[in-house]
């Protein structure tokens, strides 16, 4: 009973409503609900991009849209992590082994970009492996590109006698040491990855080394190299050799840094196939830019001789397509590139930052 003057509550007062006028109200309080969910969502989602969105819906990790990536702090935090680790990773035990560690370490710690173990980084985050577990990847990426440079100086390549302003390997330890010095860095990067890799399962690893094998062999940097050597000097290179060249001689490092850093997070190979999808084309941007440079850079800026292509009548981007339009080639690798990652959505702003610093770079 409901005793005087006193007001029903909500609940009773439903309760003595007449079967349909409780049905009508109720379905108003829902329809106003629906509308307020709706509502929220719809300010949620246009806070947001399409490409976070379905990072979103997919369950992956994402930056704020509210805070810029900060590419230059992302660079030099992964650069720090990269030195401290290649510092660490080469030491002389016995006085026997002390002149090949000098040549190994002069070369290694000779600075450089580091861009390889930061693409390693970035892709391991992506998918949010450990930076930890990567870091011996990381390292060995950088022994095995210091390797192809100690040869690839070398008088019976391109002959340099500078690298990242200093004097190249084999001008202060004689060709014959710079030789055995980049023979033992190669070892020494499957090695790091099998000894110091922690905390992955094994089928991971023996796949992130197969990787690096396959990267450095015949259809990798040494395939490429040679190619090069072959079409120096001639004159009727075509756009599709000298991609075919820069694919493997450059581009597949950087490939191997994206796919070895998903690897170890355990990507599924759909995400570790866009991730190297993603690398060919900054791979080739780099080769661009590369030549690009070295047309327009000089030796103070480069840290190596200029206008070494044009002096040994090597075919370069410019060459073939001109400075305007090797420039528009290069963005449009980068946009390509990104559009790989597109369904990350903020989640790969390193990796897309990485991208657009590699065309942009003066060095």
Known sequence: AVSGDAAPSAEIAMCLMKPAALLATMLAMFADSAHAFDVGVARQTSRLSGARTNALRAGLPSLSTATAFDLGAYMEEKRQLAEKALDESLTSTVKETDTIIESMRYSLLAGGKRVRPMLCFAATELFGGSLEAATPTAVALEMIHTMSLIHDDLPAMDNDDFRRGKPTNHKLYGDDVAILAGDAMLSTAFEHV???????????????????????????????????????????????????????????????????GAILAGASDEDIANCERYALKIGLAFQVADDILDVTGSTEELGKTAGKDEATSKTTYPKLLGLDRS???????????????????????????????????TN
């Open 194 to 260: 099998a000894r110091e890799t922690k905390g992955v399962p094994a089928e991971r690893i023996v796949r992130v080394i197969r990787v690096l094998g396959e990267t450095v062999g015949p259809l990798g940097l040494a395939g490429g190299q040679v190619m090069d050597l072959q079409n120096e000097g001639k004159s009727d290179v075509d756009y599709d050799t000298l991609v075919w060249i820069h694919t493997h001689k450059t581009a597949a490092l950087l490939k191997a840094a994206v796919s070895c």
């Open 327 to 361: 420039r528009e080639v290069a963005q449009e690798l980068v946009d390509e590139a990104k559009a790989a990652l597109e369904q990350y959505g903020d989640a790969a702003a390193p990796l897309n930052g990485l991208a657009d610093y590699i065309i942009s770079r």
